[in-house]
Structure formats: structure tokens, C-alpha cells
């Protein structure tokens, strides 16, 4: 049952922010190369700000990616309030039979605590199979625990089967009665990714709304306590909160990402703002605590790489920077109505539009035999270890409203997904209620006669894919490509197609 109680909402004004200050960070955002979908800003306890860009929405969950992490850490903050777990705690004794026989001094050493903070000490991590906590338990510690930083995904959802070991139960279950329902998060509208056991990825498989995460890490913010009540020790709120573990090696493999460097607490990244600290996910999915403005920021986007994500930390570090009065400032009733314009039209902007080609009534209909490559909307994900479904073969039907892609996967999958071509998007509603994502936004437009184009993109995800078909007698050349860090095309073999 949803029990969310809205949050009091203000005008910037009322809260010691200028109007025309979150107008111009709004510009800002939107002028970089990142993609903005959501933005929430609070001050003081009440919202002053926030919107979507169509087509996301307010409700829509969206793929977190690693931002997971600071859900997974707070079930262990939970169960550590409960007094089900010390942070001091080997996990050799956690997990005794998935543990060798004579484990390394290094490996008894290895504690919860040292999961938490990225500080296991090893230099690899392994990925999902069904005796993953084993393998995870038989990866060399080649460093004492504690001593050294590795962004370990795995060692999060430990995080999470630590919990499960001590509770008997995975991430969501336990955290529905206990986080969920306290705070005011739909756990009916959140999903998951999971491991080939059934354990939630707490690495990076949660979807959320962008609300979501700013009531998760309100609770980091109100010192763990949830209208009175309290449902975070304090002391784990301090650790989680402030550097326990330094982070700079992170300069060698993500140099462009400096907001990285500055020291990590229980998955929970510090920031350049003096006693800031922020839930993070790739591609942009921020959270942002800054304790001295009294203020949090909440974020979903698609950033295509570090520096853009960086980007939009820096943009937000410069509108915080602005945010100086201690007191109500003045109501600005002209500012206020641009923003509440402003924010009442944000999109991403409309696709290209050329619905017409001579090659259409040549190819409508027919059906195209794949001969080589993987060609598919159906990627597969390296944190569950699944592959991509290819397509074997499919076809385009077109009519006024643009065409109906009707398609046939290696596994027997068989789906019609319309494509909108009249400078438009169209969603289709794909798979189960229990899928990860259903919605499937599609537009498609004639760059050139022989070339039809579609942009294809997973609404509840950062995803899109772009299918550019070359049409060359009854050859059709397809090249995919998609803005993932975590999954690409088969770029190694030509994606080739027959029209019969």
C-alpha cells in the first residue's frame, strides 16, 4: 500500500533561494550534453522546485544503476539499528560454508564494515553465475581490508545477502516494512534485477522515481530519523555520511570524474562542497545532500560518459554556490511565474520527421531474414549475466502512422512494436508487469531514400538504442549502436539482413 504523504512545498523565495538562480541552473543543465529526465530541489524541508522532462514523469521509475548501492547499505544500516549485525563482523563467519577451508589472513580480516566502505581488498570482483557469494568469498584479498579503495559492485550486493544470511530475507522484503512503508516509497512500483539466486543486484539492478531517492537520503539527512521515528542508529548515519575510505585512486581509471576523489563513506560519495555527500549511479543519477545550505538536489538523467555526469556536478556546485541567505528573500513574482512555466514545459525535444521514402512500398511487409550479427532491443545486462535476444527476423509494415515493426527473437519471442514517423514518439508496452521495464518509446524517420532510422529507447532506463537499416536491392546493412557503458552490439561481426 502506498502511504506517501506529500512534502510541503514553498516557493524559492520563501526558502532563501532566488527564482531566476534555479532558472538559470535549469538553462545550464539543458545546455550541456547530458540528457536531464528529472529534478527535485529542497530546502529546509520543502520542496521549492521540481520537474520532469516528457516523456518521464514524476512517477515513472528509473534505472538507478549504482545509486542501488546506498539502498542496499541502508538495509545493513537497518539491521545494524536492529541489532542483527556489528560492523566488526568477519564475513567468514557470516558465510562459513560458501568461505576455503583455510582462508587467507587477509580474507579473516575482511569485516562488513570494510564491504561497506569499498575496502575489500581485492583487485577483481566476480559477476553473476549461482555460487556467486562463493566465488566472491574465494577472490583473492590481496590487500589488507580497510587499507585500500576497489569500487566493488559485487561486494555491495554482499551487502545484501549479508542481510538475507541474518534476516532470512532479500532486499526488498526487508526493507518494504522497515524503509519502504516508513518513508513513503511505493515498493509496488520498484523492481530489481537479480542474481542467478534470486538475491537482488544491489550493486546497480534498482528502479525508482526520482522522489524515491530524495526521500531515501532525507533520512540520511534528518540524522535517521523518519518523522519521529527512528530508523537509522545515529552513529551509522555519522559513518555512512563522512569519509571512511579514501578514494583518490579513483583518478586513475575515471580521471575525468574528480567529484570521485574526495573520499567515500558506507556507498556514499563525498563531494566538493564542504560536509557534502551524494547517492550516485552511472550516467547521472544523483542525490545530493548539502548539509551547511540545508538543501538536497535530486537527479535522474542520461550523461553519455564521466565527464558529462562531472558536468552536471559541476553545473550544480555552481548554483549552490549562489545559495548564501540564511533568511526568506523577497518574492519575485515574475521570476516565480517563468519558473513554474519553465518547469511545466521541460521535454527533450522532438524527434527528426521525414515519414516518406520510395523504398516503403517495395520492402512493406516483407519479411527480412537476419543473416549475420545481433541486431535486437532485447540487450542483454552483464550485472544478471544475461545475453542479448537477436532478432532472427522481422518486418516493417508501414501505414499513415508510420510502421509496425513485427519481429521474431532467437529465444521464439514475438513482438509488434509501432514505430511513430510523424515527428512523434510512440509507446509500446512490452513483456510483463514484473519485467524490469515495459515501456518502449519508438520514432522513425527517412535520413535518406534507401536509409530508414529508428530511435528506440527503454523509458524506465537511460537507454536508447538507434537501428539504422540501409536498404541495397533485397541487402539490408543494420548498424546498431546504443549510449550503454554496460552493453553494446556484437561490433565485431556485420549485422546483415535478406528481404525475401
Known amino acids: 500500500m502506498n502511504t506517501r504523504k506529500p512534502f510541503e512545498t514553498a516557493t524559492p523565495e520563501a526558502v532563501g533561494i532566488r527564482s531566476e538562480d534555479i532558472l538559470a541552473y535549469i538553462d545550464a543543465l539543458e545546455a550541456s550534453q547530458t540528457e536531464m529526465h528529472g529534478l527535485m530541489i529542497m530546502r529546509r524541508g520543502k520542496l521549492c522546485a521540481q520537474g520532469w522532462w516528457a516523456p518521464f514523469g514524476p512517477n515513472l521509475r528509473h534505472g538507478l544503476q549504482s545509486h542501488t548501492k546506498t539502498y542496499a547499505a541502508t ?40 564491504v561497506l566502505c569499498m575496502g575489500c581488498g581485492m583487485d577483481t570482483m566476480p559477476h553473476n553465475s549461482p555460487d556467486w557469494i562463493r566465488e566472491f568469498m574465494h577472490t583473492p584479498v590481496n590487500h589488507k581490508p580497510g587499507t585500500t579503495y576497489m569500487y566493488n559492485s559485487t561486494g555491495s550486493t554482499m551487502l545484501g545477502a549479508i542481510v538475507r544470511k541474518k534476516t532470512g530475507l532479500g532486499l526488498h522484503d526487508y526493507l518494504t516494512p522497515r524503509l519502504f512503508e516508513k518513508i513513503g516509497i511505493d515498493p509496488e512500483n520498484l523492481r530489481w534485477m537479480c542474481m542467478a539466486d534470486g538475491m537482488e543486484v544491489g550493486g546497480g539492478g534498482l528502479f525508482a522515481t526520482t522522489e524515491d531517492n530524495l526521500r531515501l537520503m532525507k533520512l540520511y539527512a534528518d540524522g535517521g530519523v523518519w518523522e519521529g521515528e527512528r530508523i537509522l542508529a545515529e552513529d551509522y548515519v555519522r559513518l555512512a555520511t563522512t569519509n571512511q575510505n579514501d578514494s583518490a585512486t579513483e583518478a586513475v581509471n575515471n580521471p575525468e570524474a574528480s567529484d570521485n576523489f574526495l573520499g567515500y563513506g558506507f556507498q556514499i560519495w563525498m563531494c566538493k562542497p564542504r560536509g557534502a555527500y551524494r547517492a550516485d549511479g552511472a550516467m547521472g543519477q544523483f542525490t545530493i545532500v548539502l548539509p551547511e545550505q540545508e538543501m538536497m538536489i535530486a537527479i535522474t538523467e542520461t550523461a553519455p560518459g564521466a565527464h558529462w555526469a562531472q558536468s552536471t556536478l559541476d553545473i550544480t556546485w555552481d548554483f549552490v554556490e549562489k545559495v548564501t541567505s540564511r533568511e526568506a528573500l523577497p518574492e519575485d513574482p515574475a521570476a516565480q511565474a517563468k519558473l513554474r512555466s519553465k518547469l511545466a514545459r521541460l521535454n ?13 512500398e517495395r520492402i512493406s511487409g516483407k519479411t527480412i531474414h537476419m543473416t549475420s550479427g545481433c541486431f535486437t532491443p532485447f540487450g542483454g545486462s552483464f550485472m544478471v549475466g544475461t545475453q542479448p535476444d537477436g532478432i532472427t527476423e522481422f518486418s516493417l509494415d508501414f501505414d499513415v502512422y508510420g510502421c509496425m515493426w513485427h519481429l521474431t527473437t532467437r529465444s521464439g519471442r514475438r513482438e509488434t512494436i509501432r514505430v511513430s514517423t510523424g515527428g512523434t514518439r510512440f509507446t509500446n508496452l512490452l513483456g510483463k508487469l514484473s519485467d524490469w521495464n515495459q515501456l518502449y518509446l519508438c ?58
Not at 545493513?76 to 541489532?83: C, F, P, R
Not at 567468514?92 to 582462508?103: G, K, L, T, V, W
Not at 527533450?348 to 516503403?360: E, L, T
Not at 536498404?471 to 550503454?484: K, L, Q, W, Y
Open 75 to 114: 538495509a545493513v544500516g537497518i539491521a545494524y539499528t536492529e541489532g542483527l549485525l556489528r560492523l566488526d563482523e568477519r564475513l567468514i563467519d557470516i558465510f562459513p560454508e560458501e568461505s576455503p577451508a583455510h582462508p587467507s589472513e587477509n580474507l579473516r580480516l575482511l569485516t562488513v564494515r570494510d
Open 348 to 360: 527533450i525535444g522532438n524527434p527528426p520527421c521525414q515519414p516518406f521514402s520510395p523504398v516503403m
Open 443 to 500: 520514432d522513425g524517420w527517412w535520413p535518406e531514400e534507401n536509409v530508414f532510422q529508428m530511435h528506440c529507447r527503454w523509458l524506465e532506463t537511460c537507454l536508447e538504442d538507434v537501428f539504422t537499416l540501409t536498404f541495397d536491392g533485397d541487402e539490408v546493412r543494420i548498424d546498431a549502436t546504443n549510449n550503454s557503458p554496460f552493453r553494446s552490439f556484437e561490433k565485431n561481426e556485420p549485422i546483415r539482413a535478406v528481404v525475401e
